[in-house]
């Protein structure tokens, strides 16, 4: 296949319009793609403005009011959206970044910017708000709207049916990989920046320096209840993590990835690859030159390709086939009529979301793993599944233990609100393999106990000191309804 070939098999006609002539840019709208290298939807945009003899322009539009607009989120998107900003003036592609404070929607703005472009290019992702919002866009907008795939490393349309299992999905896209993780796909612009004017109207055109995030998000009437965490959505903070963690980490990996109480157990590379900060493409390329130079063993490379690959790349594939992915309609039938066959099954304990929310429970392993959702922004992948299976027994109805799961991993989860978020909380919800017996409570979805969790070296001593961190006072909502609304 030629580059062309990759990047059109990586993109999708929103709107039947082609792209219009005699206008003045390209405008590609980036909102979960913060990368000015190694992003196939600013090569796309490139491209068509190389061919069009037009230069692109880049927007990233911030909002106030997606799902879970917090200080934590704001800080982390903000912080790659100067970095994406720094990156593109590198390159000679003019940016425009607009926050919001009062006033106007994110496809409204972007919707006035497209009114000059031949054509606009989004990146494409199959949940969440950005999903809805760029199908809003092209709801309204008249021209050529294109979505493009920038999030998995091979094309989540190279598989044009619904592979069904891991099993099958990992036979599918091993053979791929080489081709779309190898080549080459950057374009270089050849028309001089655009430098006429652009307005992206209402409150938010926004001059930003890395001094004055907090200020602005001050302003932004967003959460401020959540804490920033421990991550930078910076990309020189996650090249510098990927190269620590293709060095100290990877080459224990297998044995390390399931010990919480170790401080380098896994990457930590997700709230990056989340906010599209780096791209799946140039992680694995870092760790296949590691292999090759003998940094890495293959068994480590095969389990973590097998996690950043197969997993992650599975979770996106199903997504784009089931519009409720992440709603407890979307779930298995089986899974949803044994849990509400157990529906009626007492409880010895229900919790409120206060107690969930600030890891108030009787149970240790649950309230540490829970506090490094509130408080860290992150969670280790084997204290995620006890994390989750706990929840089922702890709401009396499994819908709203579903919906509990999802707005807690959502809300708090530097990396939640992803295609991965969802696969996994199914999973947890009994997607996968029916248990081995029927459980009071879980029916045919497996339970999980933490007994071998705590065998790890380290773990009760690490789990005690976690669950005892205070929480400050985050804002808790009043009742589920809307929740239920979003994930029921
Ligand atoms: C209940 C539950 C909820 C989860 N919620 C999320 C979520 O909101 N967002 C998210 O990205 N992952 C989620 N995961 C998957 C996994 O826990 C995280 O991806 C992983 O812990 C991130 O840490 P890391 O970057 O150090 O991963 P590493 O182990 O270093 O793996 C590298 C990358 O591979 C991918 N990956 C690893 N494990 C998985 C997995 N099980 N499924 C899919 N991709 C994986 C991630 O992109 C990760 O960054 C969840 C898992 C469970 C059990």
Redesign the pocket.
């Known amino acids: 296949m030629t580059v062309h070939e990759i990047l059109k098999l990586r993109t999708r006609a929103l709107t039947p319009a082609p792209p219009a002539r005699d206008r003045p840019y390209v405008l590609c709208w980036l909102m979960q793609a913060l990368r000015a290298r190694e992003n196939p939807a600013l090569d796309v945009a490139i491209l068509l403005g190389n061919a069009e003899g037009i230069p692109v322009v880049v927007v990233h539009a911030l909002e106030n009011r997606y799902p879970y607009a917090s200080h934590r989120l704001h800080r982390f998107i903000l912080e790659a959206s100067l970095d994406l900003e720094a990156g593109l003036k590198e390159r000679d592609i003019r940016f425009v970044r607009w926050v919001r404070r009062s006033g106007e929607s994110e496809v409204d703005v972007v919707a006035r910017l497209a009114e000059d472009a031949a054509a606009v290019i989004v990146d494409d992702v199959p949940t969440f708000v950005t999903r809805e919002y760029a199908d809003a866009l092209a709801k309204r907008f008249s021209g050529a709207v294109w979505g493009v795939d920038a999030c998995c490393g091979v094309p989540m349309r190279a598989f044009p049916e619904d592979l069904g299992t891991t099993k099958k999905y990992r036979a599918a896209h091993q053979p791929l990989r080489d081709l779309h993780l190898t080549t080459d796909l950057e374009q270089t612009p050849r028309y001089p920046m655009y430098d006429g004017p652009l307005d992206p109207g209402g409150s938010g055109a926004a001059e930003l320096t890395a001094d004055g995030i907090d200020a602005l998000i001050g302003e932004c009437g967003v959460d401020m209840s959540v804490p920033t965490a421990g991550f930078s959505g910076g990309r020189s903070a996650a090249l510098e993590r990927l190269d620590y ?1 293709v060095r100290e ?1 990877l080459p224990r ?1 297998k044995w390390t ?1 399931n010990n919480p109480a170790l401080t380098d ?6 709230p990056w ?2 906010f599209g900060v780096l791209s ?1 493409r140039e ?1 694995a390329a870092a760790v296949r030159e590691a292999e090759e130079a003998g940094r890495v063993h293959p068994a480590a490379r095969y389990k ?1 390709f097998d ?2 690959l197969t ?2 790349e599975y ?1 996106h594939h199903r997504c784009r086939f089931n519009p409720d992915y992440s709603r407890w309609a979307g779930l298995p039938e089986a899974a949803r009529a044994t849990l509400l066959a157990h529906a009626g099954d007492s409880r010895p304990r229900v919790y409120g979301l206060e107690a969930l929310i600030r890891g108030e429970t009787d149970d240790e392993t649950w309230n540490a793993a829970q506090k490094a959702f509130a408080l860290d922004g ?4 084997n204290l ?2 006890y ?2 299976k706990q929840l089922i027994k702890w709401r009396p109805d499994p819908r709203e233990a579903f919906a509990v ?1 999802c707005y807690l ?2 809300r708090f ?1 530097l ?4 295609a ?2 969802y ?3 199914r ?2 919800f009994g997607e996968d393999k029916r248990g081995y017996r029927e459980l009071p409570v879980y029916g045919w979805v497996s339970g999980r106990g933490d007994a071998a969790l705590r065998r790890r070296e380290g773990v009760p001593e690490w789990l005690a000191e976690q669950a005892a961190r205070p929480v400050p006072d985050i804002a808790v909502p009043t009742d589920l309804d809307d929740l239920l609304l979003r994930y029921g």
């Open positions: 963690a980490v990996y990835r157990d896994s990457s930590h590379l997700s690859l989340h799946p992680v973590f996690e950043l997993w992650r979770f992150w969670m280790n992948n995620r599944m994390w989750v799961a991993n959502d989860s990396d939640g609100r992803d991965s978020t696969g996994n909380l999973w947890g």
